[in-house]
């Protein structure tokens, strides 16, 4: 049983177009964020969630969304996608103690 | 926002050596976190320590916290191949907001 899932691990696709990456955890976490990963493994937090409510929302850009339908899912959505969000996207589950990462998601836009 | 900063940046050591990193923050904790990430792998979580610890021990690691310098270090000792990763500190501020700030992360190299 994988605790963190993310699905696609990996996704080519072109500039404009819009994206989604999934992300389920299974081990009844409260907290569910998402990170990017750059070329530098600099780890960017991007959103965090806590019982389907968003707590952070740093500063991206407004074409990246992300939607939880319940407690257990946290799905990332990306508009007009830009050749800059190539990365490594993580999701990441949390109940206090240390977060759970998936395997991640590597995004390439041509 | 980066929150730590891992030192060095990378090491290379030979396998049965002791490693350490170093780790710096900038505001307030509740708790810092160290993970491992595997080369085209997620994150894993290895040891918290928290606000008003000051070591902590699991198998071969041991990381101290000194709040006063708002730094920590990670010790893994007799170093083995499969060690070979980087390594983030992470924090957890004192607001309480669940945010996981990562620092930059120190690239480890085991050598046979």
């Known amino acids: 049983d994988t605790a963190v899932s993310q699905t696609p691990k990996y996704l080519v696709t072109q500039m404009g177009n819009d994206k989604s990456i999934k992300c389920e955890q299974n081990l009844g976490h409260d907290t569910m964020y998402w990170y990017k990963q750059d070329s530098k493994k600099f780890l960017k937090i991007m959103f965090s969630?806590?019982?389907?409510?968003?707590?952070i929302n740093e500063t991206v850009p407004n074409r990246f969304s992300p939607k939880s339908p319940d407690k257990a899912h946290l799905n990332l959505h990306i508009n007009s996608l830009e050749l800059g969000d190539s990365a490594v996207y993580f999701c990441a589950s949390s109940h206090g103690s240390g977060a759970f990462f998936g395997q991640g998601t590597r995004l390439t836009v041509v | 926002s980066q929150q730590g900063e891992e030192d060095p940046q990378a090491l290379s050591i030979q396998e049965g050596e002791n490693a350490t990193m170093n780790c710096s923050y900038k505001?307030?904790?509740?708790?810092l976190q160290w993970y491992r990430q595997n080369s085209g792998r997620g994150l894993v979580h290895l040891i918290l320590?928290?606000?008003?610890?000051r070591e902590k021990h699991s198998g071969r690691l041991r990381v101290t916290l000194d709040t006063s310098k708002k730094s920590s270090s990670l010790l893994i000792t007799a170093s083995r191949a499969a060690d070979t990763a980087s390594y983030f500190c992470a924090t957890v501020s004192m607001n309480r907001d669940d945010k996981i700030i990562f620092g930059k992360g120190t690239r480890l190299h085991i050598l046979p």
């Open positions: 320590i928290r606000s008003n610890e």
């Open positions: 969630y806590n019982n389907k409510e968003l707590i």
């Open positions: 505001t307030s904790i509740n708790n």
